[in-house]
């Protein structure tokens, strides 16, 4: 093992083989079915994969879209936010949170998260609250959940939305229940790189709401429940069904694939938590991560990042700017020490290489560079 350490070969942050090398014989047979169907749009295959990704979420209905950003946006459209209302957002998110609020014109109210988990707590939002508050958006980042029963017990007592962002965390729990299955309208990204990942882009809705699930269904096809008769102003939010026929063969893995990820991360736990001054994803009882991204903390980020690229030890910064200090919010005038929480996460968070199939030599490569750098600092 240690002999890996002194290897040539380029440990990648993200390879995709281990996934799906051995699935191209299933991908091969449902594209031969798909293609045998001549059915391209809305079909059988979106069909399948809603009714299962619904059961594995937990909820009655699942409704297929082109991406996360369109599922957060529906959502938002179906709950009937707009111009006026106020939505509560974490200020520790990637943008297309934030985006989501934009388009419907409705206004952003950013929290700055938990110091510990870097998400929503339900102390921060409530500070956030105000006449206008309409809608509350978890997003369970990097797979972390938020706590999502105190979140809900806080918009019940208030009357508000609550629309799950769970586009990096299929599959993590709060106590027995899945992520996206607590709010009133939740938003499923399946980005390649997520967790459960199409070969394109493609995302989902999960609601228990029938009626919601229609309107749902009507807004993602140009507004028309029945072809050339549009009830409403639309789009075009269709979930490809070329998307979907790959999804329902990864569907089959994804138990295996999540817990790979946990026993990946298990082995990072072990293998970097004595070192001072390093924070780990935190592991806190009833909050099961899923890791879709493995995030340490480091006073001396960038440092180390170098000191990772030179072993050939490939890291990304999920996310070096939060939306507040982002070009397209520069109107809003957020105050140069607005967020300090995020802006102190941002700064200091750094992503280690997970995948599946992540050869348990080359994860020892980076848990034995990164001890090297902590002996040397030190």
Same mark, same amino acid.
């Given at each position: 093992?240690?002999?890996?350490?002194?290897?040539?070969?380029?440990?990648?942050?993200?390879?995709?083989?281990?996934?799906?090398?051995?699935?191209?014989?299933?991908? /091969?047979?449902?594209?031969?079915?798909? @293609?045998?169907? &001549?059915?391209?749009?809305?079909?059988?295959?979106?069909?399948?994969?809603?009714?299962?990704?619904?059961?594995?979420?937990?909820? !009655?209905?699942?409704?297929?879209?082109? %991406?996360?950003?369109?599922?957060?946006?529906?959502?938002?459209?179906?709950?009937?936010?707009?111009?006026?209302?106020?939505?509560?957002?974490?200020?520790?998110?990637?943008?297309?949170?934030?985006?989501?609020? %934009?388009?419907?014109?409705?206004?952003?109210?950013?929290?700055?998260?938990?110091?510990?988990?870097?998400?929503? %707590?339900?102390?921060?939002?409530?500070?956030?609250?105000?006449?206008? %508050?309409?809608?509350?958006?978890?997003?369970?980042?990097?797979?972390?959940?938020?706590?999502?029963?105190?979140?809900?017990?806080?918009?019940?007592?208030?009357?508000?939305?609550?629309?799950?962002?769970?586009?990096?965390?299929?599959?993590?729990?709060?106590?027995?229940?899945?992520?996206?299955?607590?709010?009133? @309208?939740?938003?499923?990204?399946?980005?390649?790189? &997520?967790?459960?990942?199409?070969?394109?882009?493609?995302?989902?809705?999960?609601?228990?709401?029938?009626?919601?699930?229609?309107?749902?269904?009507?807004?993602?096809?140009?507004?028309?429940?029945?072809?050339?008769?549009?009830?409403?102003?639309?789009?075009?939010?269709?979930?490809?069904?070329?998307?979907?026929?790959?999804?329902?063969?990864? /569907?089959?893995?994804?138990?295996?694939?999540?817990?790979?990820?946990? !026993?990946?991360?298990?082995?990072?736990?072990?293998?970097?938590?004595?070192?001072?001054?390093?924070?780990?994803?935190?592991?806190?009882?009833?909050?099961?991560?899923?890791?879709? @991204?493995?995030?340490?903390?480091?006073?001396?980020?960038?440092? @180390?990042?170098?000191?990772?690229?030179? &072993?050939?030890?490939?890291?990304?910064?999920?996310?070096?700017?939060?939306?507040?200090?982002?070009?397209?919010?520069?109107?809003?005038?957020?105050?140069?020490?607005?967020?300090?929480?995020?802006?102190?996460?941002?700064?200091?968070?750094?992503?280690?290489?997970?995948?599946?199939? /992540?050869?348990?030599?080359?994860? /020892?490569?980076?848990?034995?560079?990164?001890?090297?750098?902590?002996?040397?600092?030190?």
């Amino acid at each position: 093992m240690r002999g890996a350490e002194h290897s040539n070969d380029r440990i990648p942050f993200l390879d995709f083989g281990g996934m799906h090398d051995p699935l191209k014989e299933a991908f /091969m047979d449902s594209l031969s079915q798909f @293609l045998d169907t &001549k059915w391209y749009v809305l079909g059988n295959a979106v069909r399948q994969f809603e009714s299962a990704y619904a059961q594995f979420i937990g909820q !009655q209905h699942s409704v297929g879209v082109s %991406s996360g950003m369109a599922a957060l946006h529906l959502a938002l459209r179906a709950a009937g936010i707009g111009p006026g209302d106020e939505v509560i957002v974490p200020a520790n998110t990637y943008i297309a949170t934030w985006l989501a609020v %934009s388009y419907v014109g409705a206004k952003l109210v950013p929290v700055d998260p938990d110091p510990v988990t870097g998400n929503f %707590s339900a102390e921060l939002v409530a500070r956030a609250l105000t006449p206008a %508050s309409r809608a509350i958006i978890p997003v369970h980042l990097y797979g972390m959940p938020c706590p999502m029963d105190e979140l809900m017990a806080l918009a019940d007592r208030h009357q508000l939305w609550v629309i799950e962002d769970n586009a990096q965390a299929h599959g993590a729990t709060v106590g027995i229940r899945r992520t996206g299955s607590f709010g009133h @309208l939740n938003a499923h990204s399946f980005y390649p790189t &997520k967790v459960l990942g199409a070969l394109g882009e493609a995302g989902a809705i999960t609601t228990d709401d029938h009626e919601l699930a229609d309107q749902l269904c009507i807004l993602r096809n140009y507004g028309q429940r029945k072809r050339y008769e549009n009830e409403v102003i639309g789009y075009n939010y269709r979930l490809d069904e070329i998307q979907a026929t790959f999804l329902n063969v990864k /569907m089959h893995h994804l138990a295996n694939w999540i817990a790979e990820r946990r !026993q990946l991360a298990n082995t990072y736990h072990q293998g970097l938590q004595d070192l001072e001054g390093l924070r780990l994803p935190p592991v806190i009882p009833g909050l099961n991560h899923v890791y879709h @991204l493995y995030v340490i903390h480091s006073d001396q980020r960038d440092e @180390l990042q170098q000191w990772l690229s030179e &072993k050939k030890i490939e890291t990304i910064v999920h996310y070096p700017k939060p939306p507040h200090r982002q070009s397209a919010y520069a109107q809003d005038n957020w105050p140069e020490r607005a967020f300090p929480v995020a802006n102190r996460l941002a700064a200091t968070c750094l992503s280690l290489p997970l995948y599946i199939g /992540m050869p348990a030599s080359h994860q /020892m490569r980076v848990i034995e560079a990164i001890q090297a750098f902590w002996k040397r600092r030190n």
